[in-house]
């Protein structure tokens, strides 16, 4: 299964955007799907997951209340809403696909090309 994320772009601080995660094949119940984010010489930090199976979700602390991982089953898609974006959440964005759950980059061997997020001041 392949992962193609998209929905990035260039928004004004307090904007929103979703980003998708499309998978090329079915994700089972059992899989967990992570968002990732990634600055400019900086290691890649965990955003938020969700099971598959039973949509629990997992936030990281800085984006809990302004962000929501979201998904449709029957598209094998996952989704970021982000909201009230600001300046310091400009990266590049990825989604990953693994068996468990972590926030960490290894925990996932699966990957898709990321996306752009600005954020204008």
């Known amino acids: 299964v392949q992962l193609q994320a998209s929905g990035g772009g260039l928004v004004q601080a307090g904007s929103s955007l979703r980003l998708s995660c499309a998978a090329s094949?079915?994700?089972?119940?059992?899989?967990?799907v992570a968002w990732f984010r990634q600055a400019p010489g900086k290691e890649r930090e965990f955003v938020a997951a969700?099971?598959?199976?039973?949509?629990?979700?997992y936030y990281e602390d800085s984006v809990r209340g302004r962000f929501t991982v979201s998904k449709d089953s029957a598209k094998n898609t996952a989704y970021l809403q982000m909201n009230s974006l600001a300046p310091d959440d400009a990266d590049v964005y990825y989604c990953?696909?693994?068996?468990?759950?972590?926030?960490?980059?290894?925990?996932?061997?699966?990957w898709g090309p990321g996306t752009q997020v600005t954020v204008s001041s």
């Open positions: 990953a696909k693994g068996a468990h759950y972590g926030t960490t980059r290894d925990t996932y061997p699966t």
């Open positions: 969700i099971r598959w199976g039973s949509g629990i979700r």
């Open positions: 094949g079915r994700i089972f119940s059992s899989a967990v």
